[in-house]
């Protein structure tokens, strides 16, 4: 049975400020997702990584992925208050495209 | 109306109530999904379905009961739920299930079981 794992499950931070959120996997996968969701709404699609290695960046987040390791993060550089959001990493075991499995979300809290 | 929409986007419902969610994909997708989202705990997969065929059923109790007409359009029927099935349901979809692309989530339906 697959499982995901992010950490912190909570995270408070000041603007300006970096860190980063893992998330760890317990089986060989090829792709992990991020997604962020805002209270009320639903999930967005933030980034797709389909290799060891694989690295993206869209503003001040940036996501990488480590398939030997099992794990990837998500970087936060000089947050703002837009990011406040929860967090969400996926995982889809190898040869089963359609079943992601979820990891308990981050909730990510950026103070002024 | 663009991208993955629910209706309703809030409903109270009886335990012996049948009601229906709906969901409809504006993206021209051959796969379609059902996810649970519960208070404090992981998101969890429901129900697969690729070009009106359901691939996936995650053991999930009979009083849901899916249904798709077409790849455009997914439902959910409910009867005789508990209260333990409040929660929001997320209906999403996707290129193709043997895909590597990503899911696109509708706002979702949150439901109340009293």
């Known amino acids: 049975e697959l499982k995901v794992e992010q950490n912190p499950l909570f995270l408070s931070m000041q603007e300006g400020k970096n860190y980063t959120i893992y998330c760890n996997y317990s089986?060989?996968?090829?792709?992990l997702y991020w997604y962020r969701q805002d209270p009320g709404k639903s999930l967005e699609s933030l980034f797709v990584?389909?290799?060891?290695?694989a690295v993206k960046q869209e503003g001040r987040l940036m996501a990488s992925l480590d398939t030997k390791a099992r794990l990837s993060t998500l970087h936060i550089t000089a947050a703002v208050h837009d990011l406040s959001a929860t967090y969400f990493c996926?995982?889809?075991?190898?040869?089963?495209?359609?079943?992601?499995?979820f990891g308990t979300g981050t909730r990510l809290q950026v103070t002024l | 109306e663009t991208g993955v929409t629910q209706t309703p986007r809030h409903l109270v419902m009886g335990m012996t109530n049948k009601k229906s969610l709906k969901c409809e994909q504006h993206?021209?997708?051959?796969?379609m999904y059902w996810y649970k989202q519960s208070a404090k705990k992981p998101l969890e997969l429901m129900f697969v379905?690729?070009?009106?065929?359901?691939?996936e059923n995650n053991s999930v109790p009979s009083r849901f009961s899916p249904e798709c007409p077409n790849s455009s359009h997914l439902f959910l029927h409910l009867h005789t739920l508990q209260p333990e099935d409040s929660a929001l349901y997320l209906c999403?979809?996707?290129?193709?299930?043997?895909?590597?692309?990503?899911?696109?989530f509708g706002p979702g339906t949150r439901l109340t079981v009293l």
């Open positions: 999403a979809s996707s290129l193709a299930v043997l895909s590597y692309n990503e899911q696109f």
């Open positions: 089986t060989t996968s090829d792709r």
């Open positions: 990584l389909l290799s060891n290695g």
């Open positions: 996926a995982v889809a075991l190898t040869g089963t495209a359609s079943k992601l499995t």
């Open positions: 993206l021209g997708h051959n796969a």
């Open positions: 379905y690729s070009l009106e065929e359901r691939v």
